[in-house]
C-alpha cells in the first residue's frame, strides 16, 4: 500500500484544514487507517484512527475538533481539523494497517510522506 497525504499548510488560530491521504491498490477497505503527528524535537504521535469497520477513536488533544473519514470507493481517507491551535503544529502522517486500529505507532504497517500543518498564534 502506498498513501499520499495532502491538503497541509500555513494557518492561524482557529482556523480549519482538510488533510487528505489517497492510497494504492485494491486493498483499502480492509485496511484500518490512521492520522499521526510529529512536532519538531517531539515522537511521532496517534491523533486519530478509522476501522475497517468505520470505528474511530481520536487522541484527547483533538477531541471535539478533528474528525477522521474514509471514502473506500476513493481510497480516500480524511482528517478534517477545525479550530486549530499552535501546538497542532506538526507534520501530519497517514498509515494504514491491515490489522486492528490501536494508537501504537509502531503497530502500524504502512506510511506516508507527511504533510506540514503549521498555526501562528
Known amino acids: 500500500v502506498q498513501l499520499q497525504a495532502s491538503g497541509g499548510g500555513s494557518v492561524q488560530t482557529g482556523d480549519s484544514l482538510r488533510l487528505s491521504c489517497v492510497a494504492s491498490?485494491?486493498?483499502?477497505?480492509?485496511?484500518?487507517m490512521g492520522w499521526f503527528r510529529q512536532a519538531p524535537g517531539s515522537k511521532r504521535e496517534f491523533v486519530a484512527l478509522i476501522g475497517r469497520n468505520g470505528s474511530i477513536g481520536y487522541a484527547d488533544s483533538v477531541k471535539g475538533r478533528f474528525t477522521i473519514s474514509r471514502d473506500n470507493d476513493k481510497n480516500t481517507v480524511y482528517l478534517q481539523m477545525n479550530s486549530l491551535k499552535p501546538e497542532d503544529t506538526a507534520v501530519y502522517f497517514c498509515a494504514a494497517n491491515p490489522g486492528g486500529p490501536t494508537a501504537v505507532v509502531r503497530a502500524w504497517n504502512y506510511w506516508g510522506q507527511g504533510t506540514l500543518v503549521t498555526v501562528s498564534s
Open positions: 491498490g485494491r486493498t483499502f477497505s480492509r485496511h484500518a
